[in-house]
C-alpha cells in the first residue's frame, strides 16, 4: 500500500524538522513548506491526505491555506498549530472545515494520536468512496449473468422494484444469487448512496437477536458496557436486507412485525421508542407458506414482508446460462488469481450443463475458482474439472430400476452405501459444507450427518452460519 502523504507548513525550522522526523518514524510520506505560499504552490502540483499548518505565517497564514484547501482539495484534511493560549481561532478554523487543531509547546504522544485519529479518518473516507463505486458496478444489470428467459423475467422484475420502496421477499433455494437480487434492487433506485445493511438471521444466536436487531443501552443486560445501535437504526433511510429469514425466532417476529407496521424500534433496556424509515428486503430457502401452516412463521409477517415475490430460479432450471456464467466465473478468476486461461472447451461445458448442481450458482463459481487455481494449460478441458462433476456421483439419481438384480446377486450394502454417499454430497453442495444445514435437507440429525460424513470421508463445516 502507498504510504499516506502529509504536508507541513510552518516557518520555523525546528519545528518543520521536528514533524518531519516523527512523521517518517510513524511510516508517513512527509512534504515541507517553509510558508503559506509555498504550501499553496505545493497543493496545486500534488495530493495530500493531511496539511498540518501553522497559524502565522509569511505570505499567506494557515487561515488562507485552510480556505484554499476547503476549496480545491476537499478531500484533504487539514489540522492548524497554534500557539498556547490562541484556542479562539483555532475553534474558528474548526468551524470553517479544519479536522483538529494542535497546540505548541508540542506533547508528542498526543500530536501522534492526533494525526493516527485524522489519517484513520482519511482512509475510511478513501474505502467507503471505493466502496460504493464497486457496488455500483457489482450491482447493475450487467453483472447479473444469465440470457435465459427465467432471468429475463428477473431483470424485468428487479428494474421495476427498484423504483418503488415496497417490501420484497426473494425465494429459491441456496447459492441462487438471492442476495445479489437484493442489492441489485438497492443500488438500483433512488436510495442507492443509503446504507445496504444485511442481517443473517441464521447466523446471530437467538440470545443476541434483539440487541443486534434493535440495539440496547448500557446495562441493560450482562456486558451492556455502552449504548450499541442495532442494525435497523444502522440501516436507517436505506436497505435491511434480512437474510435467511425462516431461522427468525418467534419472539423476534413480533418485533420485526412491529418496526415494519408502526416504523419505530425499542433498544433493549430503553423506555423511548425510535423512529426508523427502512426498506425491508427479506431472503430464505424455506417454505414459508409451510411454516405458517406448522405455526413456526406467523403469517401476519409473512404477508406484510412478502408483498412483492421474486423467486431465484435454481441452476437446473436455466442450464443455458452455465456457458455465460462459467466464462463470467473465467474471467473474473482470470483477473484474481493472475491466470491466462483463454476458453473452457465444449466438452467441458457439455459436463457442467449434465452436472445437477445442487449448490447452483455458488457452486459453479467454487467449481471455476477451483479449476482456474489448479489449470495448467490454456482451455479448461473435462479432465480439468473436479471428479464430483465429470463422474456418476455427479448425475442426478433418475431411479432405482436400472439396476438389475441377476442370477449372481448383488452387494446390497455397497449399493446403500453408494447412495447414501452421493446424497450426503449432494446436501453438503446444497448447504455449503454446512453439516447443521445439510443433516436438516436429508432429514437426519446433526450428530447422524457427522457420523455418516466423517464414514465416507467427506469435508463440511460445523458452522452453524452459512456463508453467504
Known amino acids: ?66 480556505e484554499y484547501v476547503n476549496q480545491m482539495c476537499p478531500q484533504t484534511l487539514f489540522m492548524l498549530i497554534t500557539a498556547f493560549g490562541s484556542t479562539e481561532t483555532a475553534v474558528e478554523a ?69 423504483l418503488a420502496p415496497t417490501n420484497v421477499l426473494i425465494t429459491g433455494e441456496s447459492g441462487t444469487g438471492k442476495e445479489v437480487i437484493a442489492k441489485a434492487i438497492h443500488y438500483n433506485g433512488p436510495i442507492k448512496d443509503q446504507p445496504f445493511i444485511t442481517v443473517n438471521c441464521g447466523a446471530i444466536p437467538e440470545n443476541l437477536m434483539e440487541s443486534e436487531m434493535f440495539g440496547h443501552k448500557k446495562g441493560s443486560f450482562t456486558g451492556a458496557v455502552g449504548d450499541k445501535q442495532g442494525l435497523f437504526e444502522a440501516a436507517n433511510g436505506g436497505t435491511l436486507f434480512l437474510d435467511e429469514l425462516g431461522e427468525l425466532p418467534l419472539n423476534i417476529q413480533v418485533k420485526l412485525l412491529r418496526a415494519i407496521q408502526e416504523r419505530i424500534i425499542r433498544p433493549v433496556g430503553s423506555t423511548e421508542d425510535v423512529k426508523i424509515e427502512v426498506r425491508i428486503i427479506a431472503a430464505t430457502n424455506r417454505n414459508l407458506q409451510e411454516m405458517v401452516k406448522e405455526s413456526t412463521f406467523r403469517q401476519d409477517l409473512y404477508y406484510r414482508l412478502n408483498v412483492i415475490n421474486i423467486h431465484a430460479p435454481t441452476l437446473r432450471d436455466r442450464k443455458d446460462d452455465i456457458p455465460l456464467l462459467a466464462q463470467h466465473f473465467l474471467n473474473k478468476y482470470n483477473d484474481r488469481l493472475g491466470k491466462d486461461i483463454l476458453s473452457i472447451s465444449a466438452e467441458a461445458i457439455d459436463k457442467l450443463k449434465s ?32 471428479p464430483l462433476v465429470t463422474t456418476k456421483s ?58 455418516r460424513a466423517e464414514k465416507h470421508n467427506l469435508n463440511a463445516n460445523d458452522d452453524d452460519a452459512e456463508v453467504a
Open 394 to 451: 455427479g448425475k442426478k439419481l433418475e431411479s432405482f430400476h436400472e439396476i438389475v438384480i441377476t442370477d449372481e446377486g448383488v452387494e446390497l450394502d455397497k449399493i446403500i452405501d453408494q447412495i447414501e454417499k452421493e446424497l450426503l454430497i449432494k446436501a453438503i453442495h446444497a448447504s455449503n459444507g454446512v453439516k447443521k444445514h445439510a443433516a436438516k435437507l436429508l432429514g437426519i440429525t446433526f450428530r447422524s450427518m457427522r457420523y
Open 355 to 386: 452436472y445437477s448442481f445442487p449448490g447452483n450458482v455458488r457452486e459453479l463459481e467454487n467449481i471455476i475458482e477451483r479449476t482456474v487455481a489448479l489449470e495448467v494449460g490454456s482451455s479448461i478441458l473435462p479432465e480439468s474439472l473436479p
Open 94 to 162: 474548526m468551524k470553517l472545515g479544519a479536522y483538529d487543531y494542535i497546540t505548541k509547546p508540542f506533547k508528542i504522544d498526543e500530536v501522534r494520536l492526533n494525526i493516527a485519529h485524522a489519517l484513520e479518518s482519511v482512509k475510511l473516507q478513501k474505502e467507503n468512496r471505493t466502496l460504493k463505486r464497486e457496488l455500483k458496478q457489482n450491482y447493475n444489470f450487467s453483472n447479473i449473468v444469465g440470457n435465459s428467459d427465467k432471468m429475463h423475467s428477473i431483470f424485468d422484475m428487479i428494474k421495476r422494484v427498484s
Open 1 to 66: 500500500m502507498s504510504k499516506q502523504r502529509i504536508l507541513v507548513a510552518d516557518d520555523e525550522q525546528s519545528i518543520r524538522e521536528f514533524l518531519d522526523i516523527m512523521l517518517k518514524k510513524e511510516g508517513y510520506e512527509v512534504t515541507l513548506a517553509e510558508d503559506g505560499q509555498q504550501a499553496l504552490d505545493l497543493l496545486g502540483k500534488k495530493t495530500f491526505d493531511l496539511v498540518i499548518s501553522d497559524l502565522q505565517m509569511p505570505h499567506k497564514t494557515g487561515m488562507e491555506v485552510l
